[in-house]
């Protein structure tokens, strides 16, 4: 939640402080579910006004609102004023963009300027604004502000003690909470983390995992509805999820024998499962954003009715309460046995366990769905570096985390050291973790007569590559610590100490194309150059997205972005080739939403690669310029248009004395123009620079073509020579 204070007067204001309680004469709640939530009224002076954005019709709102709320009306003498902003918004084309219908009603209410005059100043900030990007968004916001007074109401205030709702507690505060989270979690959520004593911190910054699901940002107004008929069990829905929000469980028939009533379940179609397996697609209504990524993730139509899918978008009210039901009940089935699923089929992978759930970033995000897939993938032993970004902002931001565990209580170690030394962080992960396991190993050998030799011998000599080797290694690390427990062996308690590190790590050094481009190229180039095991990923949004969108090197030729207002004029660095250029560097481009076998592939061989790995994803974000339903759309389109073309080179190819270089996608099928065209960082030069905007298509295509037929002849295998030491 973002709490805005706002003071102005005739005279200048030159201090910074916060609107105190019971002082301001304007409180607006853009978030309907905030109601139930939050005091948001202790802040209202009396006689103020208060506005509220709600479906709730103006003859019927006041008996939904908590009794608490209602008496704080009643006693403050608040005027109360309510709008539907987003069926306003949807009217006027602006889908879920309510700012300037608040904002519009916020001028209408206060009588701050005469109303005209108000409505013609909001008209020209849209200019100011939008006016550079689109004429088509500034005519929308026009429509919403027109259409905005035709549906401001003021509500009719009901002397107190009318029958109505009782407060209802926050879904996050009826649950059985830990005591972290309800000591200090829930009351940052809340609003209150200034009233927390400094010593309720954990003393060495470390934070449980597993607390974003305490939020419930209940923020969708139309959530996924899966239609098991029709479903084909193909798991694309769950692969593309930006929010971990649509889950899969294969699970026993019988374990479901006591499921709320319209928890859905079907056989499992493949052969691979036992006898009476059963599946489950199920959505977290609380945390899906209603992007709809699922949906149009989905191939699969009813004949009868195309429009009909066997996942679609319904309102959310009548669901929420019977989905929250049958999304706890999903939790609670046990964890099927992910030696029995295949991780390498999209079905198969999408019912291992995510461990980085319900982020915060935008609807629609296009970074998350690849870290969620490296967290089910190899979650319960990732160590993370994360470079400073979008991706450290919703991976841990205060009170909470994503990032969560396992039935077993084992998820992702994560931490965020800077945005320029990030890969040397996650270097030094490695380093330690290889410097443990190597302490580990040479106490094992010292105490062989005490804990067995076959034991040590096999702890020592482990292949711990594939997830299978992981998993045997954790039994006999187990055996290990029973061992140790019992021996009076004066060095027990150090190896008992250091025994989880026989375990291998997995490392991943996660940050954006501002960090890997950029400002931390210095450290990735260096990490690049040397030997050990890292995975790397990079979140390629094509802009420094957190920041509000400033050019990088990842910056297309011709697109719009700060500090390139006339058009990007150099072409994109293409930072996959140069790191291929080493020759034993692991190296993949991927889009998930163009090819998601490829996606997964490229993770499996990236984490199984014994040296460094860099994985660059193309990641859509808001920052393009287009509705993030058609996230999965415009990727297919920058991979077909050869904006992003997909290749992989595997080291262990060329030992093999085989080609490394794997071109992964067709020769372009359409014109980059569609491409730049379809989204408006591209599209918004035509109207300021056109002619720029011309010659910047023209040479965006003649790189594609360039780039593209350089890679085709490196798959022949004209251009690559195994690399000594390769
Ligand atoms: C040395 C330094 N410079 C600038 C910043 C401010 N900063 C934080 S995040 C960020 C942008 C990150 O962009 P990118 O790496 O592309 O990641 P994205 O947000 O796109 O995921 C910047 C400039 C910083 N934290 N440290
Ligand atoms: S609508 Fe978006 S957030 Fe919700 S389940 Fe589908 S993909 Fe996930
Ligand atoms: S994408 Fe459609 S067919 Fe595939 S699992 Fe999801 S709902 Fe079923
Ligand atoms: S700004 Fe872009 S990258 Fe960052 S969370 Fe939003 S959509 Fe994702």
Redesign the pocket.
């Known amino acids: 939640m973002t709490v805005s204070h706002l003071r102005f007067g005739p005279a200048p204001i030159r201090s910074a402080y916060l609107v105190e309680a019971g002082m301001a004469h304007f409180v607006a709640c853009h978030q309907p579910v905030f109601v139930d939530r939050y005091d948001l009224l202790a802040h209202a002076a009396p006689d103020g006004v208060f506005l509220l954005n709600t479906s709730e019709p103006a003859d019927r709102v006041w008996n939904t609102l908590p009794d608490t709320m209602r008496a704080q009306i009643v006693e403050k003498r608040l005027q109360l004023w309510v709008i539907d902003a987003y069926a306003v918004a949807a009217e006027a084309g602006m889908g879920r963009r309510i700012n300037t219908i608040m904002q519009t009603c916020f001028f209408a209410i206060s009588g701050l300027l005469p109303k005209d005059e108000a409505i013609a100043a909001i008209k020209h900030a849209v200019d100011k604004t939008y006016g550079r990007k689109s004429k088509r968004l500034v005519e929308l916001n026009y429509r919403a502000i027109d259409a905005t007074l035709a549906h401001l109401r003021q509500v009719t205030i009901q002397p107190a003690g009318a029958i109505g709702k009782p407060p209802e507690p926050a879904s996050a505060v009826a649950q059985i909470v830990p005591d972290f989270v309800r000591d200090l979690t829930l009351p940052i959520y809340q609003g209150h983390g200034d009233r927390l004593p400094v010593s309720l911190l954990p003393v060495d910054g470390t934070y449980p995992l597993g607390t974003a699901q305490y939020e419930k940002r209940n923020i969708a107004l139309e959530i996924p509805v899966w239609e098991a008929d029709l479903c084909t069990q193909c798991g694309k829905c769950v692969f593309v999820c930006p929010h971990t929000a649509i889950r899969a469980r294969a699970f026993s028939a019988e374990a479901a024998s006591d499921a709320p009533p319209t928890f859905k379940h079907v056989p499992a179609k493949s052969k691979e499962f036992p006898a009476g397996t059963h599946i489950s697609y199920q959505v977290a209504p609380e945390d899906c954003t209603g992007c709809g990524d699922c949906v149009e993730a989905c191939p699969i139509h009813d004949k009868s009715n195309v429009s009909r899918r066997a996942v679609n978008m319904a309102p959310v009210g009548p669901l929420r309460d019977p989905e929250r039901d049958n999304f706890a009940f999903f939790l609670r089935l046990p964890e099927f046995d992910r030696s029995m699923i295949k991780h390498g089929t999209i079905p198969g992978s999408m019912l291992l366990d995510p461990l980085f759930e319900f982020s915060g970033a935008c609807a629609g995000c296009g ?1 998350t769905p690849y870290i969620r897939l490296a967290t089910q993938l190899f979650g319960d032993r990732m160590l993370i570096a994360n ?6 902002i919703y991976g841990g931001n205060l009170p909470s985390t994503p990032y969560t565990v396992n039935g077993a209580g084992r998820g992702p170690a994560w931490s965020n050291s ?3 030394d990030n890969a040397e962080f996650g270097l030094g992960m490695r380093l330690a973790a290889d410097q443990l396991m190597d302490y580990a190993k040479q106490l094992a050998r010292e105490l062989a007569n005490e804990i067995g030799g076959n034991l040590a011998d096999a702890l020592v000599s482990a292949d711990q590559r594939e997830e299978v080797g992981i998993v045997e290694q954790r039994q006999r690390v187990a055996l290990l610590l029973d061992k140790l427990a019992a021996s009076r062996h004066p060095r027990a308690k150090e190896l008992a100490s250091v025994a989880e590190w026989l375990i291998r790590r997995s490392v991943w050094i996660i ?6 481009y950029d ?1 931390g190229y210095g450290g990735l180039d260096h990490v690049l150059a040397l030997p050990y095991d890292v995975n790397i990923l990079v ?1 390629d ?1 094509e ?5 509000g969108g ?1 050019t ?1 090197k990842a910056t297309p030729i011709g697109a719009v972005a700060k500090f390139s207002a006339g058009g990007k004029a150099t072409a994109k660095k293409d930072l996959a080739k140069i790191a291929s250029d080493y020759g034993h560097v692991y190296v993949a481009t991927a889009a998930y939403g163009a090819k998601d076998v490829q996606t997964l592939r490229v993770f499996h061989e990236a984490e199984s690669y014994a040296g460094p790995s860099l994985i660059v994803a193309y990641s859509p ?1 808001i920052a393009h310029g287009y509705d993030m339903l058609y996230n999965q759309r415009q990727q297919e389109l920058a991979v077909k248009s050869g904006h992003w073309p997909l290749f992989r080179f595997d080291p262990r190819l060329a030992e093999a004395g085989g080609n490394p270089f794997k071109l992964d996608s067709a020769a372009p099928s359409q014109p980059v123009k569609t491409f730049m065209e379809s989204e408006t960082r591209f599209a918004m030069l035509q109207r300021s620079h056109p002619e720029a905007a011309q010659g910047f298509l023209q040479q965006a295509q003649r790189d594609a073509e360039r780039r593209f037929k350089m890679y085709q002849d490196m798959a022949q295998g004209h251009a690559v020579e195994p690399k000594p030491g390769a």
């Open positions: 970074e470079a400073t970004g979008c991706s450290s800077l945005f320029e940050g954006g194309d501002g960090w890997a400002i979140l949004t802009v420094y997205s957190n920041t400033q990088s974000c």
